[in-house]
Nanobody, 116 residues
């Protein structure tokens, strides 16, 4: 079973930065890709960024140039560096991992709040 534990959320002023972390355990050798979604109450969860096993990255247009996704394979940890944060970035951020043969697993979510 795969477990994903997120950390790093919090309250920050507009223009500030936060770094989210997502530590994985169990089945990590089978991870195909990992990424981050976010969700605001009453709205669908939306993709923020993805990183493949080879390091290829993709970003939603609304975070390009501001957010950076990275992974430390030695420590099975993924990061989301968020710069130039805006109030509209306020959401619960979830990390996920797609595992070969097992499907997709999710973290518990971490709240990011950006004040104006």
């Amino acid at each position: 079973q795969v477990q994903l534990v997120e950390s790093g959320g919090g309250l920050v002023q507009a223009g500030g930065s936060l770094r989210l972390s997502c530590a994985a355990s169990g089945g990590t050798s089978r991870i195909i890709n990992r990424g981050w979604y976010r969700q605001v109450p009453g709205r669908q969860r939306e993709l923020v960024a993805v990183i493949g096993s080879g390091g290829t990255t993709n970003y939603a247009d609304f975070v390009k140039g501001r957010f950076t996704i990275a992974r430390d394979n030695a420590n099975n940890t993924m990061y989301l560096q968020m710069n130039s944060l805006k109030p509209e970035d306020t959401a619960v951020y979830y990390c996920y991992a797609a595992i070969l043969y097992w499907g997709q697993f999710w973290g518990q979510g971490t709240q990011v709040t950006v004040s104006s």
